[in-house]
């Protein structure tokens, strides 16, 4: 998982702009009618993709533009220090305004890019209408730039930032470090991360030209006295890079306002994006101000009103929301819900009739980039949940703005709404339930220290969060029961997490959103869905995600074989939503289909089913009592651990894993031995709609 995440949104116009016969590539967001907000490149080390939790939310409210400096990303790399003196990078600025049409535009800038814009706005006053400054790094501002350029240049200088020790071997070393400073606050590991790879993509020869560039400047003192316009500085308290003196002296000369942020490190957009992203807005909105809004009170006679988040990872999900619902409003007949989820979660939802919230439309998919990082039935979610990181900031910010007029908000599984109001508990609005059928990250086996490491850090941020903030859950519930959760610890040193579970969730028990058949009523699904008396059904799909259609290509291979010791075993093959039915082909007499609402009652009536190891399809299928086959994705640790101690529990379903089914012969054995088999599971819940629903209904 080396390649960049697909960005949350695509531009709507690349290029390249040249100066001096430098080419400078730069991306524009279009946003007819509505200011432009440049956000400025800082210093080479990483490219303007360090923007990406930003970029997505600025573009809906603001014309976007964005450039990778000279030196770093799809930018060319002039050599020597003259081409990176502040001066250039300032008319870089320039050029790239001029080659995207950009008449003026409010520059947002971070680090070294303070300076960039200063120089800009003082010399070009009708081209800039507002400068954010974050973290700003001009040290002439305070004095210190005589003692950095000294050892800068001793090669018995600070032996990290130091030009003999990068382009001798250390830089490497170099960059680590770094990155440990500019992220200075606990559970930065996934922003240190993608810093120490965008680092590791240029030279250091390319690093320490920008660098002599920098200590060759002049002071820009003067000319933050020349700048006119209005400027915002934000600054951490706890920079370990630049010390938040060059902020105030910078809103000081300026006569800009200054906003220190409490315990936040030199990548505080990066590492509390949703405060910084609301401060950029507001800012912006002073700047450019639109028509008056003038919002009325509410009418006190109105119905309550919820807003229901429903994960879009797993169409069983819904189905349990739904049923939830259906029991909430039994008990408050006058309750409106308003659903906030993405497709095919809506698809869903609109079949039942309920109501979709516009700003559904501004979600950004998860289950794409989910497809992108999966193999060969092989989905490491941990670290595809790490590389959503832009895509949760977009969608929390789109949340934020769709809250508004709620009097309970209902997140299942929604984890950038949780994470953030925890980061940010000033946003929240109204009471909040949080439902979610797992609790704790869990490491696989081959990911060694390092992912013990990072699962321990992300539950111990978790229970911090918790602890430090208890009044952001309204609720707590676990879909389940109290056994369904794994008997194992948050990492090395950390509480288990059924005790720790037990003592932070109320229980509502399973949720399936129907009730099984009993045998009387399967015969009749049999025959109403076309299965003769002389055939066996097998049932074979992979949820609502394409990640399983190498499940499904090893079973249509094994199903010559199993029908040689099956006589009249059908097989029908459901692809779900994001798979291309056609794709698998039509020369094995096997019937395949897409998207079927009603999955649940061809489970609850096959013969045998072959499944990934999702927990609401093998809960369907252990609630209808039929037998059936889960192969847990590989690396998945919900499907490999939770899942399959839920299941255990249960007695409930046959584990193979994906090595095993690529052999026909012993997937084809397998499908015989169990579709004849009795099934004896543990009896699955059926108040669990009502149980969550009454857990629910107080809050409102």
């Not at 003082?122 to 081209?127: G, L, M, S, T």
């Not at 992108?372 to 092989?378: F, I, L, P, Q």
């Not at 908000?409 to 909040?432: M, Q, T």
């Not at 489970?603 to 999702?614: I, K, R, S, T």
């Amino acid at each position: 998982m080396t390649a960049e995440p697909r960005p949350v949104r695509e531009a709507d116009e690349t290029g390249f702009a040249e100066r001096a016969g430098v080419r400078l590539a730069f991306r524009v967001y279009d946003n007819p009618g509505r200011p432009t907000v440049l956000l400025m490149p800082t210093w080479s080390i990483v490219p303007s993709l360090h923007w990406k939790a930003q970029v997505p939310y600025l573009a809906r409210h603001f014309r976007v533009v964005t450039f990778d400096g000279r030196g770093s990303g799809s930018s060319d790399r002039p050599v020597g220090g003259e081409s990176y003196v502040d001066a250039e990078c300032a008319a870089d600025a320039i050029a790239v305004m001029d080659a995207t049409g950009t008449g003026s535009a409010v520059l947002v800038a971070l680090s070294r890019g303070d300076a960039w814009s200063v120089l800009t706005a003082a010399h070009h006053p009708d081209r800039v209408t507002g400068i954010v400054a974050i973290a700003p790094a001009s040290a002439s501002l305070i004095g210190t730039l005589v003692q950095e350029k000294q050892a800068w240049e001793s090669a018995e200088g600070g032996i990290q930032y130091n030009r003999h020790h990068w382009l001798n071997g250390g830089y490497d070393e170099f960059v680590d470090w770094f990155f440990a400073r500019m992220f200075s606050e606990p559970h930065s590991t996934k922003q240190i991360e993608d810093g120490v790879r965008w680092a590791r993509q240029i030279s250091p020869a390319t690093l320490a030209d920008t660098t002599d560039g920098r200590l060759g400047s002049e002071s820009i003192e003067d000319s933050c006295r020349a700048v006119r316009c209005p400027v915002l500085v934000i600054h951490g308290t706890e920079d370990r890079v630049r010390p938040h003196a060059i902020g105030e002296r910078l809103a000081e000369l300026t006569g800009g306002s200054l906003v220190l942020v409490e315990g936040s490190g030199h990548g505080v957009h990066a590492r509390d994006p949703v405060r910084i992203n609301l401060l950029i807005k507001e800012f912006v909105d002073r700047v450019h101000p639109t028509a008056s809004r003038t919002r009325s009170s509410r009418p006190i006679s109105r119905p309550p009103r919820a807003l229901y988040l429903s994960s879009p990872i797993g169409l069983g999900h819904a189905r349990r929301d739904l049923a939830i619902a259906s029991e909430l409003r039994k008990l408050r007949p006058e309750l409106q819900i308003d659903w906030l989820a993405q497709h095919p979660v809506t698809e869903m939802l609109g079949r039942a009739g309920e109501r979709i919230h516009p700003a559904s439309a501004w979600l950004a998919t998860e289950s794409a980039h989910v497809e992108d990082d999966a193999g060969e039935h092989d989905l490491h979610v941990f670290e595809t949940f790490r590389r959503l990181d832009a895509v949760l900031v977009n969608n929390f910010m789109v949340f934020d703005e769709a809250v508004e007029g709620y009097d309970l908000v209902i997140g299942d599984e929604a984890w950038e709404v949780d994470h953030f109001l925890h980061e940010n508990p000033r946003l929240k609005r109204s009471p909040f339930a949080w439902l979610t059928d797992f609790v704790g990250w869990l490491p696989m086996p081959g990911g060694g220290a390092r992912e013990e490491r990072l699962t321990a850090d992300y539950n111990l941020e978790m229970i911090e969060q918790r602890a430090r903030l208890r009044r952001v859950r309204d609720r707590s519930v676990f879909v389940g029961d109290p056994d369904d959760v794994v008997p194992l610890p948050f990492g090395p040193g950390l509480p288990a997490i059924r005790e720790w579970t037990l003592e932070n969730f109320d229980f509502s028990g399973y949720v399936t959103g129907f009730d099984p058949p009993d045998e009387g009523e399967r015969e009749a699904l049999r025959r109403r869905i076309g299965v003769r008396p002389d055939e066996k059904l097998c049932v074979v799909t992979v949820g609502g995600s394409g990640v399983g259609e190498s499940l499904l290509r090893r079973v249509l291979d094994a199903v010559p074989l199993a029908r040689k010791l099956v006589p009249g075993l059908r097989f029908l093959v459901v692809t779900g939503p994001r798979i291309d039915p056609s794709s698998l082909g039509r020369d094995r007499d096997v019937e395949v289909r897409g998207y079927l609402p009603d999955l649940h009652r061809y489970l609850g009536a096959c013969d045998l089913a072959v499944v990934q190891g999702g927990l609401t399809t093998c809960m369907e299928l252990t609630a209808a009592r039929r037998p059936f086959i889960y192969v847990p994705l590989r690396n998945h640790f919900e499907q490999n651990f939770h899942v399959r101690h839920r299941l255990e529990r249960y007695g409930a379903g046959r584990c193979t894993t994906y090595e095993q089914v690529v052999d026909r012969e012993v997937l084809a054995a397998a499908m015989a031995e169990e579709i004849g088999r009795s099934p004896s599971y543990r009896p699955v819940e059926s108040d669990g709609a009502s149980r969550a629903a009454a857990l629910l209904a107080d809050l409102i």
